[in-house]
């Protein structure tokens, strides 16, 4: 089974805080994901990364940051923290293939900036 | 521009009712996908289905059957007999069959199912 982890389930930090929240996957997927999820938004896209080192911009990248410098792994960056960016965090991968592959997603964070 | 439209908010069903659960979507792709998600109050989504735009077959899983309708640009998710367990967010998305960035989902903004014991 496809295995999705994420460093913490709840998170609180302060505003201006620098906050990393990181994923890793097990089954050796070349896409990720970051979305976050909103009451009455859905599920909106913010980075993915389609290989190491790459990555592309999603629909709401303002205010975050990425970084993949291992295959498994993907980190969200919050620069400085803000209120509106209290959220549910979702991650999530798939394999690399012209077809539809379903996307893997992980736990989630919900993350709390006061 | 892609779009998926969940035109139902929440729906409270008896258990043992059926449900039918509406997914409307728009492309412009002439190859894409579906796909049915379920998120339970843990949080985790669940893959359910794909659904490949060549092939529109409906499907039936156990319980759970999808049908698929290109001339309406739809892709409606029954559950049959519902129980308890069933109560979830649901939610439909697309994906686009284009190069480039065609590794998005677009997701709809999902519909809260509540099976009542």
């Known amino acids: 089974d496809v295995k999705v982890t994420q460093s913490s389930r709840y998170l609180v930090k302060r505003t201006g805080e620098k906050v990393f929240l990181e994923c890793v996957q097990d089954m050796d997927h070349e896409n990720m994901f970051w979305y976050r999820q909103d009451p009455g938004l859905g599920l909106r896209l913010i980075y993915f990364?389609?290989?190491?080192?790459?990555?592309e911009k999603g629909d709401i990248p303002e205010g975050y940051s990425v970084s993949r410098e291992k295959k498994e792994r993907f980190s969200l960056i919050l620069e400085s923290a803000s209120t509106n960016q209290t959220s549910m965090y979702l991650c999530a991968s798939s394999l690399y293939q012209e077809e539809g592959n379903e996307q893997f997603f992980g736990p989630g964070t919900r993350l709390t900036v006061l | 521009a892609q779009k998926v439209t969940q035109a139902q908010t929440e729906i409270s069903v008896v258990e043992k009712e059926d449900v039918t659960l509406d997914c409307v979507y728009e492309?412009?792709?002439?190859?894409?996908?579906l796909f049915w998600y379920k998120q339970p109050p843990s949080g985790e989504l669940v893959f359910l289905i794909r659904r490949n735009s060549f092939d529109e077959q409906n499907e039936i899983s156990g319980r759970y059957s999808w049908n698929f309708q290109k001339s309406t640009s739809s892709f409606n998710f029954t559950i049959t007999a519902s129980q308890v367990v069933d109560s979830a967010v649901y939610f439909c998305?697309?994906?686009?069959?284009?190069?480039?960035?065609?590794?998005?989902?677009?997701f709809g903004k999902g519909t809260l199912l509540t099976v009542n014991p």
């Open positions: 492309t412009r792709d002439t190859t894409y996908y």
């Open positions: 998305a697309l994906r686009g069959g284009s190069g480039g960035s065609n590794y998005k989902l677009t």
């Open positions: 990364s389609y290989d190491v080192k790459m990555k």
